[in-house]
């Protein structure tokens, strides 16, 4: 079973374009995470949210609790946006994640 | 980063032979957690840790054992290794009362 769902798995993307990312969960949660992973690199947190909407530059990131979903939205992207965005969501001491929607921005 | 290192962040092993992954922090979190990350799969729970010698297994478990003897040290161990272990491993630490969660920068281990 997977308690974390994302959608789409694969996107690509022209340089400028708006960009969006879900994620539905079955769990009932404390926060949820929106995390970035470059090709070959670390797992960077961008945002933890239990309610409403929080933005970061040109990153938005929205949160529905009462329908369990979450969004991750990008604007104006860019090619350095290209990275794998893994949802997860936190849950007493433990923390369930998405596969991850892999991102590629085309200049 | 929350001061967390891993070692080795690299490692080619042989079937069958022991190997153990380290995890370091130095801002004393009480929760540490070992996860793999594998291709269709995201990051799946092997064990984590809510305290010295406290341990739970996560959902993927089975050969694969952990030590906590340090608040700042987080073993996981592969008594026996196989390759169906060859993934990339992370430790992450969960910020006191705050659910936030931060990673390690991984260990690729290739089990030949």
């Known amino acids: 079973k997977n308690e974390v769902e994302q959608s789409p798995q694969n996107l690509t993307a022209q340089e400028g374009e708006f960009i969006t990312i879900n994620c539905s969960y079955s769990?009932?949660?404390?926060?949820l995470h929106w995390l970035q992973q470059h090709p070959g690199g670390g797992i960077v947190s961008l945002f933890m949210?239990?309610?409403g909407k929080k933005k970061h530059g040109r990153l938005i990131a929205t949160i529905n609790i009462q329908e369990k979903h979450s969004s991750l939205h990008i604007t104006a992207s860019h090619p350095r946006d290209s990275a794998v965005y893994i949802c997860?969501?936190?849950?007493?001491?433990?923390?369930?994640f998405g596969t991850g929607t892999s991102l590629t921005v085309i200049p | 980063d929350a001061g967390i290192t891993q070692s080795p962040r690299h490692k080619v092993t042989e079937t069958g032979t022991p190997v153990t992954l380290r995890c370091h922090q130095t801002?004393?979190?009480?929760?540490m957690y070992w996860y793999r990350q594998d291709p269709g799969h995201g990051l799946r729970l092997i064990h984590y840790?809510?305290?010295?010698?406290?341990?739970d297994k996560g959902e993927v478990s089975d050969g694969y054992s952990v030590s906590r003897s340090k608040t700042e040290d987080f073993l996981l161990t592969l008594e026996s290794a196989t390759s169906s272990q060859t993934s990339v491993y992370f430790c992450?630490?969960?910020?006191?009362?705050?659910?936030?969660?931060?990673f390690g920068p991984g260990t690729r281990l290739t089990v030949t």
């Open positions: 997860a969501v936190g849950t007493g001491n433990q923390f369930y």
């Open positions: 769990v009932g949660i404390s926060a």
């Open positions: 949210l239990s309610s």
């Open positions: 801002e004393n979190h009480r929760y």
């Open positions: 840790s809510y305290g010295v010698k406290d341990t």
């Open positions: 992450a630490i969960k910020s006191g009362d705050v659910y936030e969660q931060y």
